[in-house]
């Protein structure tokens, strides 16, 4: 296998409008990042991952792009991001952007161009299609948030396809033209310097021709996933992509692949398939569910142990894994699959993170995870601002397919809004985030949960994270040892090994409040412990106890 630096490294994710405001205005900022580099610096980490600082018109926060080589108003200017990337590569710290190429805003200028006639120069930018002999949209698909995913436009009298909302239209991969524009763009923020990109739901930018019906689905529509989701030609235009960009730079890549098999990831992300350095793979966040993706329950330990346990071995020495338990379109880690509860929130926040940390891959924190920052008490509908929320809402309690008593817990447990309420820096008004009114509210528990409690406090989350990623520096094992898991069945336990020539890691985390027993296999019985989340040893775990052993064979 291979060693290279994003083997290496822990990245942070900034969700910059919820990350820090540097002039009062409500919406986290460049400068705010900026301000708060010394802060990620003493976590730790190595990469900082930014969600989308293009301009946009924010239908999805920024994942609807107006022009990929300027900044978004709200978080200021093309000095203020050279300057932060300056800021940040001087003390060490790499910057990678978030790539959304999938499609882009309505309100691009390729897209304005495009719609605005059949015989315009642009338009087989887009996914233009006539619509049936009875006027309906050209196939049965539905959107990601919702409704149809054609819209029709009057200018032309054709539908075009958007697999997201109806402002971020797909653009036509097939068309050479979009494939080398977007390389262009891509080479111009490498010659910036930037350090790498995560590519927005990467897998979809190839469908299959002819655009067929997909299966039908709870939603009404038919699932488009079949016929454009690792579609016939993405592994030959990320190759392109490969040789005509990445492959000039000392950077690193990491795709969105929601839906990808071990089989797909190593194509993408095979140690020789010249694509991509890692993909993001969802088994483990997307194993519940009830109503699409909205529930109200949690997913079984055995379940999630097979799921990312197969990962960690069927990956092994052929493709790099990224770990991650939440990101910005997921719940709070801690809330989802640790206890947020006063009594157990810093400890089982502990124990999983070294779970995470303690596997084989590219660990990823997503901002406020290292303080333990939890769910947001939703109490009303108006708090809510992501468009997948709201129109979730619409869909499943508006149209009368569930009652608000059903649907209401699913939506604020699995609801992406969660992961976007403000970072929590200190105790005074909206958690030290803004001066002025926040764009969406903060968690009131700000006051007892935030960065200047943490910082300084040695039985922090904070700290515990902190020697989490030092432990990685010290320990290659940790980055390359390989990986086997104990007790499968166990409904409690979360237990693996990993192994380096003679040494040997023993990882142990007690997922519940109860006190079951582990017996400590007899090779680590001298064992040393590099981290453990209570003080002293005993005899049985103890609620959401976690310690790693190390021993040489
Ligand atoms: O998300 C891709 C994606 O598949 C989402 O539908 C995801 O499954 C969903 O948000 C989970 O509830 C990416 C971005 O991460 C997301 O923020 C964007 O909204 C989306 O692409 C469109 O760009
Ligand atoms: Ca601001």
């Not at 797909?264 to 992300?269: H, I």
């Not at 009303?380 to 619409?394: K, L, N, P």
Request: proline residues 5%; charged residues 25%.
């Amino acid at each position: 296998m291979n060693k290279t630096w994003w083997k290496e490294a822990v990245i942070y994710q900034i969700y910059p409008r919820s990350f820090m405001d540097s002039n009062g205005d409500g919406i986290g900022d460049l400068k705010g990042i900026t301000s708060k580099l010394d802060y990620l610096k003493t976590l730790g980490v190595d990469v900082l991952w930014l969600s989308p600082v293009y301009k946009s018109p924010n239908d999805d926060n920024g994942y609807d792009i107006s022009n990929y080589q300027d900044i978004m108003d709200e978080f200021g200017t093309l000095e203020d991001f050279d300057e932060m990337l300056r800021e940040a590569h001087a003390r060490g710290l790499k910057i990678v952007m978030d790539l959304v190429v999938n499609h882009t805003s309505d309100e691009h200028a390729w897209f304005m161009e495009s719609r605005s006639s059949k015989d315009n120069p642009y338009r087989d930018y887009y996914i233009w299609r006539e619509g049936k002999e009875d006027g309906s949209a050209p196939n049965n698909w539905g959107a990601c948030f919702g409704g149809s995913a054609w819209e029709y436009d009057n200018a032309t009298d054709m539908y075009y396809l958007h697999l997201f909302s109806k402002k971020q239209p797909d653009l036509n991969w097939d068309n050479e033209k979009v494939r080398n524009a977007v390389f262009d763009m891509m080479n111009w923020w490498c010659q910036k310097g930037i350090d790498g990109f995560r590519m927005d739901v990467i897998s979809m930018i190839s469908k299959v021709p002819g655009l067929p019906d997909g299966p039908a689905t709870d939603s009404g529509y038919g699932d488009f996933g079949p016929y454009s989701v690792h579609g016939p030609h993405v592994h030959e235009y990320l190759k392109e992509m490969n040789e005509k960009v990445l492959s000039k730079y000392d950077i690193m890549t990491v795709g969105e692949t929601a839906g990808v098999t071990i089989e797909q990831a190593v194509k993408y992300a095979g140690e020789d398939s010249h694509e991509l350095n890692m993909v993001f793979q969802f088994e483990h966040v997307e194993a519940d569910g009830k109503y699409g993706k909205w529930t109200d329950e949690k997913v079984p330990l055995p379940l999630l142990k097979e799921t990312l346990s197969k990962w960690q071995t069927s990956l092994y020495g052929k493709a790099w894994n990224s770990l991650f338990w939440d990101n910005h379109d997921q719940p709070r880690a801690v809330s989802r699959f640790g206890d947020d509860r006063p009594e157990y929130r810093a400890v089982s926040a502990k124990m999983l993170a070294t779970c995470l940390h303690m596997m084989q891959g590219t660990p990823y924190i997503y901002q406020g995870e290292e303080l333990g920052m939890t769910n947001y008490p939703f109490t009303s509908m108006d708090e809510f601002r992501d468009i997948e929320s709201i129109h979730a809402y619409r869909d499943w309690v508006e149209s009368g397919k569930l009652t608000k008593e059903v649907f209401w817990p699913c939506l604020c447990n699995k609801s992406r809004d969660n992961a976007r309420t403000p970072m929590q820096w200190d105790d005074s008004a909206n958690g030290g985030f803004t001066t002025g009114t926040p764009w969406i509210q903060v968690n009131p528990n700000y006051t007892k949960i935030n960065a200047a409690a943490e910082v300084n406090d040695p039985d922090s989350v904070f700290s515990y994270y902190r020697t989490l990623l030092s432990l990685r520096k010290q320990h290659e094992i940790i980055v390359y040892g390989s990986y086997e898991l104990l007790l499968p069945e166990d409904p409690s336990i979360f237990a693996y090994t990993r192994t380096l020539g003679n040494e040997k890691l023993l990882t142990v985390c007690n997922f519940t409040d109860q006190t079951p027993d582990f017996e400590i296999p007899e090779e680590f019985a001298d064992a040393a412990c590099l981290i453990s989340n209570y003080k002293e040893a005993a005899q049985k775990l103890r609620p959401y106890e976690a310690y790693v052993l190390k021993t040489t064979l």
